[in-house]
């Protein structure tokens, strides 16, 4: 048994790494189409059922047949973010400047150059190493943080991945904590971007989300509450470029700081203000939202049901 799962992440990582060596040097529309194409047989042999009942949550209004194109068009959306990724590294700074474009960000401008750190609560929306990839390079320096992928290998070649884009980043798990470190970050200049509409720790801030409960992880909150540093929701979709493609980022406004409460109630009020700005830009651009696990309370509870009858 274990001798198979060792077999599986071989192969696993394996794979990644072709698609890291292979996927970069083809040609730009012939790697979108190859990606397309992949998304589209996911959908047909029904591996994107969670994302079409998280679709379902943020847009009842859908008839069944709409529902289905936005879930097809959702899967190319988060294939299309793979097949970017794997092509940052051969991407001059030229290449990803003209991929980029930025809204509501003069605020955060203020911020960096007078030379402090912004935080900024983010979705699983658009492409966010692209994001980073383009702030290191253009703006300021970037920590953030990363889920231990399995298998570990896969995991590595993520992390150097990424760090290979010119951001800093702390594993969530099997390394240091990763909270001093983000609050040593917060006293430099720089952009610290977190993930944060996924409950990862089974700590998370409960939060009315699109019309439903769900849990998101309190760190940005608390991390601008003890820090003093400024929150902005941050939500990404992408934008069609003739026959390429690019991101927008949008950051919203600066969330406020609750006058009186405990750190719990403050750290509370704040999350459900960035999850109301992500609710927003959800429902606006669903194809963008990259949610393939059960982030609403409902459905977690029917897991926890269901691995209780096993």
Request: charged share 25%; aromatic share 8%.
């Amino acid at each position: 048994m274990n001798l198979l799962g060792g077999a599986g992440d071989l192969i696993t990582a394996a794979g990644f790494r072709a698609a890291w060596t292979g996927v970069r040097w083809l040609p730009e529309p012939a790697a979108y189409a190859l990606f397309d194409r992949i998304a589209d047989v996911t959908v047909l042999r029904g591996g994107a059922r969670r994302l079409a009942a998280n679709y379902r949550k943020v847009r009842p209004d859908l008839t069944d047949g709409e529902l289905h194109d936005l879930v097809r068009t959702g899967m190319r959306s988060y294939l299309r973010y793979y097949g970017e990724a794997f092509r940052l590294p051969v991407l001059s700074p030229e290449e990803l400047a003209v991929r980029v474009r930025t809204e509501g960000d003069a605020p955060v401008r203020e911020v960096i150059d007078a030379g402090g750190s912004a935080i900024c609560f983010l979705g699983h929306m658009g492409n966010w190493d692209l994001a980073g990839a383009w702030a290191s390079v253009h703006w300021t320096a970037v920590t953030t943080v990363a889920e231990r992928l399995k298998p570990e290998e896969v995991f590595r070649e993520f992390l150097e991945f990424r760090e290979g884009l010119g951001m800093t980043i702390l594993p969530l798990t099997g390394g240091p904590a990763p909270f001093p470190l983000l609050r040593e970050a917060a006293r430099r200049p720089g952009l610290i971007p977190l993930l944060a509409d996924r409950d990862l720790t089974h700590s998370g801030v409960a939060v009315d989300f699109c019309g439903h409960r769900a849990r998101m992880a309190p760190g940005p909150a608390a991390l601008a509450l003890v820090e003093q540093r400024p929150l902005f929701p941050v939500s990404i979709r992408h934008e069609r470029r003739g026959r390429s493609w690019g991101i927008v980022i949008t950051f919203h406004d600066e969330v406020a700081v609750p006058a009186t409460g405990t750190t719990r109630d403050r750290v509370e009020a704040m999350t459900q203000s960035c999850a109301d700005a992500l609710a927003a830009a959800i429902t606006d651009s669903p194809q963008d939202w990259h949610m393939l696990q059960r982030v609403f309370e409902d459905d977690l509870d029917l897991e926890r049901i269901g691995s209780g009858h096993r």
